[in-house]
């Protein structure tokens, strides 16, 4: 019988992300533990990176020589934030709750969980870099009803 192969991925599709950090072992801590309970592997490691695999797209982590500053800034030009689809709004809250043990906190707290409006349940959280993330409930549970489908 013929082995499968899984279909390439499709044109335009994200290949990866590379992040630049100051500290490779701090950041593997923090970044890790998000990337993992988010669905994806290990891929690569060396003396100054690591990288994790969801699918055909991976994450990239590396402490450059040629980095200019210590700290992230997401109000500066370049990346804002990476957002990721998390299954479910008590998947979102089981993130947060975990999130200050891993190097993380919770960005406005006083909206959560509907700091990016009624309309969806996320949360938004920033590490010791100054990286933020948000976890997006593709389902809700509960009286939260904003989202088509909820």
């Not at 991925?9 to 950041?27: F, K, N, Q, S």
């Amino acid at each position: 019988m013929p082995e499968e192969r899984a279909a390439p991925p499709g044109h335009g599709t994200l290949h990866h992300i590379e992040i630049w950090v100051p500290d490779i072992d701090r950041a593997v801590v923090q970044w890790e533990w998000l990337l993992t309970a988010l669905g994806h592997t290990p891929f690569q490691s060396w003396e100054r990176g690591r990288s994790w695999r969801l699918g055909p797209t991976y994450l990239v982590l590396e402490q450059s020589s040629a980095l200019t500053g210590t700290r992230h800034d997401r109000r500066a030009p370049g990346l804002n934030h990476l957002a990721f689809h998390v299954r479910d709004d008590t998947a979102v809250d089981a993130l947060v709750a975990q999130a200050v043990r891993h190097g993380w906190t919770l960005m406005f707290p006083d909206k959560h969980p509907h700091a990016g409006g009624e309309q969806q349940y996320a949360a938004y959280l920033e590490n010791t870099d100054g990286f933020e993330v948000e976890l997006v409930a593709l389902t809700v549970h509960g009286p939260f009803r904003g989202r088509s489908g909820a």
